[in-house]
């Protein structure tokens, strides 16, 4: 057992004190903790177990928000496909305008019709599939300052998506310390529970988000001002791009989702067995 991990146990026991040039020490032996699996000292402090009790009620279900928020970022994904086709279908379109061929203006309109019905659909499932997945992140990252002192407060877990600038980076931040710091809480209270916690599906999912974002303002910016083939083809092939790069993006961000969602429930379960 490591030193972190006899402090997890200490800082808690009664019989602990603090000496100025060791550090947390037990009050029995006058040593710092050297057990091995538990200490046959050990007493759990009363204001420690009654505000950890008090800090567990206040733990919020958050299991049936991942629900949600994964089978709305599966309709994300299904809309993205719908979209990449009829975007596909579009270039073929004006690549044939181009190159001099004539539709007449029922086809014109057809497509028209079409990439706008698929795009207001596209827009109302992403902004539904947005909403439950920041409700999602905000009740994780307020579950986890219950259980340790986290960076940030969650508040900023779901303002931080709307802050200009601080949007580039802070939500990566705050995933990243949820699942570093949950990994951290499982490993402490059960160290032979074998659990993944590197970082590398958050930093893919994040990568993903930036381009598609980065993608989506250049095709809504070339969509006001489309004046030629030129302008709809470029317009068109942001669409296809952007429809593309969802794909994984939605298959990483709800494989998060399931994982992290995975881990709470395992500390909970912990929790409720302690």
Not at 225 to 238: C, E, F, P, R
Not at 253 to 259: F, N, P
Not at 263 to 273: F, P, S
Request: glycine share 4%; net charge neutral.
């Amino acid at each position: 057992m490591t030193r972190e991990q006899h402090l997890v146990f200490c800082k808690k026991c009664s019989n602990r004190k603090m000496d100025m040039q060791k550090g947390i020490i037990c009050s029995l032996t006058e040593k710092q903790a050297d057990f091995t699996e538990k200490c046959p000292d050990f007493k759990l402090d009363e204001k420690i177990k009654n505000d950890t009790l008090k800090n567990i009620e206040l733990i919020r279900p958050n299991k049936q928000r991942a629900k949600i928020a994964q089978i709305l970022i599966w309709s994300v994904m299904l809309f993205d496909i719908i979209s990449g086709i009829s975007s596909y279908l579009q270039y073929n379109l004006l690549t044939s305008l181009q190159n001099g061929e004539t539709f007449s203006d029922d086809i014109l309109n057809a497509n028209d019709t079409r990439e706008q019905i698929v795009g207001i659909l596209y827009i109302v499932i992403f902004i539904a599939s947005a909403v439950t997945f920041i409700q999602w992140f905000r009740r994780a990252y307020y579950n986890l300052n219950l259980r340790t002192n986290c960076d940030h407060t969650d508040g900023w877990a779901a303002g931080s998506w709307f802050v200009p600038i601080i949007s580039l980076f802070r939500p990566y931040q705050i995933m990243k310390e949820m699942w570093i710091e949950t990994s951290k809480l499982i490993k402490l209270k059960t160290p032979d529970f074998n659990i993944n916690n590197s970082t590398l599906i958050i930093g893919l999912w994040w990568a993903l988000w930036i381009i598609s974002n980065y993608i989506g303002n250049y095709v809504l910016k070339n969509a006001f001002k489309a004046g030629t083939i030129d302008d709809l083809l470029n317009s068109t092939i942001g669409d296809i791009t952007m429809s593309t790069i969802g794909i994984p993006l939605a298959i990483l961000t709800v494989l998060m989702i399931k994982s992290y969602s995975s881990m709470e429930e395992k500390i909970a379960e912990l929790e409720k067995n302690e």
